[in-house]
């Protein structure tokens, strides 16, 4: 059959690309093995630059997939499943990237275009080490590519193509016809939890802090394969810099999305998947700080091996975790299975460099020179304590996926073990411990010399920071004190202490690059890092541990008799759901909330603005001490599925976060009740079921306690008194909005007397139509989750500061020019400044 | 190596495994029916939401309080409380992950995770029927 209106030519070229990149990393990767083999440099050279024009085809071909890819979707070529599946016309153009990224196939391929520009910047820089490397490199690219080929051998399908037909792929009646595509109105789009900028950004900067992990296992294999052992570790060690740079930014910035956009209501859940991303990162800064170690003394250089392939391992294994489905009873961000021959294939992709690594690791371990035996570690060294620091990262990864892979054992023993009961306190209560470790260790460690320190130099230099550091943190018990009383006195006692470590760690560091390195930054990264990380975690500790439930249905008293609770909860948890009534303004915390109104949103049609006016009055005064608007905002779907997004006042030292977790769902059927059109002059009144209102006059652009319009603005609103049942009155402002020509009609309801007010339009001269409507059903609210997170901020500047901190070292140890270290340093914390605290605020 | 610095290895090493052996207070996977045999623990059910019986919610009373009835896969049917928000999804669900505790006959859960077809992209069944109703 002839179907009409397809576009066959990208699907089939995009085809065509795959398999040559499959074929030509094959190529690139065996010519690569080849050369190491050479005995003459002259043959060597001969396979090294066969090999490179392999590689070049082999990202020529990545790019034209992907810009195939890119066509398709920006075309809506919906006979394309991928597009059908992933795009859709109302889809804004900047998030046709990541509709690309939100499918299995597309983000392996994002991964492999990683891989590409990696390789790229290898060839040209890792000269007598590009063949080792980059073998390495083309055998992790040959098995993504796998995986993204989609061919048959008999009846199992191999990897999954993202250019299948709709047609060839979904059975329906409409197939059968020519004209089918006439049917296919629209696909599917961006599932709109993923509709956030960070959708755009995060995804690219997470895959290629993961696909930057196998750069120093290319090292690493490298000197296994010319047995000289450890001279990788100064190549590779920028490498691995870099890698702990973009993938600890990645990972926050998906913090930084969960706590912004996502409902989760907050920035970590030690959700699997999170957990997963977690684990090779801290893998990883072990192995540097090993790396580091062998750089300065010669020791730990096993241990950097086997920190730096596993580190690649679990990125692998976080892979397996998050696209196998195998962590669908227990995370939230469901991914589904992909089916038994994709998952063969992701086990493969696992285990294809990690597994000969490490079994080449192994058959060399008793090669490999043992540190020197005169040069005893020294427990005044600071290779010693930066060893322990290293062993304290790399456990708790270990407890940390340890706790999440409990799926994975039930899958492979069959058992039915579930997650603990409180899932974030089972990770917290471990890992506050850690934080109490380590920053203590990241506290003195640097005032500590490798191989030996003096004792009396070491306590002159840390009495100050100490004492500075306890005086603040009894500041912060006195006049901010944590306040985490749920999980018992112990519990706060650790995060007590291990917020002193952290703020520690942070005037330690400051005060060594003053007064040790006399504000020398250049050679202050780790110092600079460190104090980052220590400003992250003293961050989290007070945001999460100070975190206020404003929304906390038991203190406005409105629904909660205030003896005993007759739905028998308990008093320890919080309700954390408020209903809000249009136009009734609820005490919430500290402020009168008011839930003005809603607005539609200019381009997505399912996407709805609740607007929720918030003041604050002093208590003395009784004005208005703090005033502002927040517009958390919901889809709703065809069948009244919801999916929220936050609505965040930002503050220097603190946010006031909420979401929409309920709305009321106007059912036509339950609201029959029609307008009514009075023509109504100034000082007129009209009756209602329980009362009159009067129209006492009209205002142009109004700008008053409700409405806030200027000059610019074309808006009518009718000034009514309702005076309803006992006594009450209530102003009530419909009215009409021009806008691009367009008349928006704004009615008011007072929602105490059911009565629904519209500003139809004129009716002759000074002669008003006002709509009435009186309904005993459709009442409008919105159920709000709201919280206070305080000092969130030091999160994020910690961030930027870490992210600094690794930078300074990798130009240093990459011995760069001051101007280009300054140069990166700059663009980066701009780049990031502007994504953190400036875009989405 | 010096042996304190390995006594102090060992020590680490020995406190943070205590540390993990003490933290690990797994729950479990229950049928209703076995979840029924142990009253007040804590346990994971899978289950489905019971499209025959009402589902109450009112957010006007109280906005943190829902109750449904849910049954398995082997027949067993309880009721369930959960004291927060209804998921929106909840009546399109195929499949819920309820967890909480048992207490006199109604279960107390704390934790809903839906699986709804809606998130299943990637589901075929589901594309057709998707692809049907255009």
Known sequence: MNFEGEHLLPGKLGQFFVLLAFVSSIISGLAYIMSGRQKQPDEERKWISFARIAFGIEVFSILAVFSLIYYICANHLFEYLYAYKHASKELEARYLLACIWEGQEGSFLLWSIWHSVLGCVLIFSAKKREASVMTIINAAQCMLLLMTIGIYIGDVRIGSSAFVLTRNEINGPIFSRPDYLSFIKDGIGLNVLLRNYWMVIHPPVLFLGFASTIVPVGFAYSSLRLKQFGDWIKPALPWALFSGCVLGVGIMMGGKWAYESLSFGGYWAWDPVENASLVPWLILISGLHCMAIYNATGGALKASYLFIILSHFFVLYSTFLTRTGILGDTSVHSFTEAGTAMNILIGMYVLAVPLPMLVLYISNLRKMPAADIQNEEDLTSREFWMFIGSLIFFLSALFIIGLTSMPVYNAIFDLQIAEPADREFAYNKILVLVALLIGMLTAFSQYFKYRHTAKRYLFKKMAWPAGISLVVCILLLIFYPIDYEKKGPGFMVAIYAALYASIFSLVANAAYLQTVLKGKVKAGGGAIAHAGFAMMIAGMLISSGNREVISDNRKTGLFVPFDKDPTGRSSENPMDNLTLLKSVPTQMGRYTVTYVNDSADQNEKTRTYYNLHFQKKDSSSGKSAEEFRLSPDAYRMKDNNLSSNPGTRHYLTHDVFTYVSTISIPNPADDTAQFRVKEMQIGDTTFFSKGYFVLNEMLKNPDNERLHYSANDTAMFADITVHGAGNSRNKAYPGLVFNNGAVQFMNDSVVSQNLYLNLSGMAGEKKFKIGVKESDKAIDFITLKAYIFPYINLVWAGLLVMACGFIVSMTRRLKAANHITFLSVTLVLVALFYMFFLANN | ?134
């Open chain 2, 1 to 134: 190596m010096k042996t304190s610095s390995i006594i102090i290895l060992v020590v680490i090493a020995a406190a943070i495994g205590g540390l993990l052996m003490y933290s690990v207070d797994f729950s479990t996977y229950d049928t209703i029916s076995s979840a029924k045999q142990k009253q007040g623990k804590y346990i994971h059910l899978i289950a489905k939401l019971d499209k025959s019986k009402p589902v109450t919610y009112d957010a006007i009373k109280d906005p943190n309080y829902l109750s449904f009835f849910a049954t398995d896969s082997l027949g067993g049917s309880t009721k369930v409380v959960y004291r927060n928000s209804k998921p929106a999804e909840l009546e399109q669900s195929e499949r819920v992950v309820l967890k909480g505790k048992m207490q006199d006959g109604i279960f107390e859960c704390d934790h809903i995770l839906l699986k709804c077809p809606s998130k299943y992209k990637d589901d075929k069944e589901q594309l057709e029927k998707t692809v049907s109703q255009q």
